[in-house]
């Protein structure tokens, strides 16, 4: 017989499986106000990079600039537009931009758990939902504006009217389906994929190849009810060969992109940030070709395609991988869901003994131990350290202060420009490989010096990216741009000195002045 205490805890599992099944409404509302309330944590996170281009160029629409035109990006155009009509309407609230993307991270767990709800049951659903909330990569990145965080919201509720037309044939959900995409790739042109997600699902499951034509000719009219009117904006705008070339053509340069390298030891970090949701969410995928259920397949054909697709980009950073965590967060939750199953099978069992303990409910609670573990340091330390923000606004606030409105500054990264209400004079958004638009990085010097430029703004993050020699070298493997970058800070040093001073650490910033004033 088993002991009390074993008896004991395989009564609670089973009771909390039970209390999840009846009460998932009140338990997904704690589950969405706790994923919410962690993001906001990291609302003072310092300005950078991505984020900055967003934020920074949809200011500029605002002003009037065009988008690829006047603006070099290699991004889809739809968190820009965004960005510009939160702008537009409220002022320039960098808060409540993230805000509004820390609300469509926690509503993107909801709809994950409506998918799980549906192709399963809700204890997946719950299992799913968390796992995508907590997330390290996709918790973070969302705090901050970053267009995979809107792309996945509407590839999510793409899916979730996939099922509802899959299991009634409505043609509107079809429709739906299309403009959701189309918003999906309008967000990060990486959305297009679901597309060919759906069309292998239906082959798998030998949809009438009639129905499969029609149902796909009213997605792509819906598709491109989102297309078409940003394709007639840039014509309108004598952009449009701007916009092909920025949106396609540059992100296939060969010259532009990681070593291999790099690419593996990206994914080794992103792997680190939550080794608990991969190997579930891997064991999910694993239990999905064993048993090749209908929904499943549709699961897996979606992290692999995702998986795929990041992975063979010119630069998949870490936040790239957002894309594949709603289908990974709801193979995680199958399996699990699976596992909690199978071990209420085991207790049920005349064979359970005290030598044949209910190792999986054990096994479930470690994991999930370890795993909240694991999350909530890496969390504690990461927010503690992540309050740049305040900081960024002090030496903005200086540079306006020492220097004329009309006065050219010069920071590496377009954050400041918005800070300051200055244009960057050079299309620049920072000086990261292949986002030179108007001149080569050896010939700033020359610009800074004939401009009479007073004073550059530098953070840390601008030192180790886009001023560090050996991220070039190593990363992009472009010794040719390691030498110039090496040449350029030498030249800055020399002929400018700190004058200012905000923070410390990694959200300290440096005012430096010029030495010819």
Known sequence: MQSTGLVWFNRSVTRLRTLIERKYNYLMIIILILGFLLRIGFISRA?????????????????????????????????????????LFVGKQILLVRIVSMFLSTITALVIFKIGYKISNPLTGIIASLFFILEPVTLRRSTMVFSETFMVFFMALA?????????????????????????????????????????????YIRYPLKNLLHSMGILIAGFLMCIIPIVVYFVAVN???????????FNLSPSYGF??????????????????????????????????????????????A??????????PYGHYYIQIMPAFSLLGGILVERLIVLSGELVDSASQSLLYPNIINWLLVVLLLIGIGTIGLELYFDMKTSHGLPYQIEA?????THTAPDEIIFSPDSAYY?????????????????HIEAFGISDLPHY????????IIIDYNIEIWNFNEEHYRTTFNDETRAEEVKIVYEWIIANYEIEATFGSGTDMVKIYRSSFW
């Open 47 to 87: 300005i950078g990079r991505d984020e900055a281009a967003f934020l920074y160029y949809g200011w500029m629409i605002v002003k009037g600039k065009v988008l690829y035109r006047d603006l070099f990006n290699q991004k889809a155009p739809g968190v820009y537009f965004i960005v510009a009509l939160i702008f």
């Open 159 to 203: 899916v979730y009217f996939y099922i509802l037309a899959h299991k009634g044939n409505n043609s509107w959900h079809y429709l739906l389906m299309g403009i959701l995409i189309g918003l999906s790739t309008i967000m990060r042109q990486t959305g297009i994929i679901l597309v060919l997600v759906i069309i292998f699902h239906r082959l």
């Open 239 to 249: 952009a449009l060969n701007d916009a092909i070339y920025s949106i396609f053509f």
């Open 259 to 304: 070593t291999l390298l790099r690419r593996v030891d990206n994914l080794l970090d992103v792997f680190l940030k939550d080794p608990i949701l991969w190997c579930i969410g891997l064991g999910g995928l694993l239990l999905t070709v064993e048993k090749r259920k209908e929904w499943q397949v549709f699961l897996a054909g979606w992290f692999i």
């Open 306 to 315: 995702s998986f795929i697709l990041v992975i063979s980009l010119s630069t």
């Open 396 to 400: 903005a606030e200086y540079v306006k």
């Open 418 to 434: 918005l800070l300051t209400d200055r244009q960057n004079k050079y299309r620049i958004e920072h000086l990261a490989a292949g």
């Open 448 to 455: 800074l010096e004939g401009e009479q430029i007073r004073y």
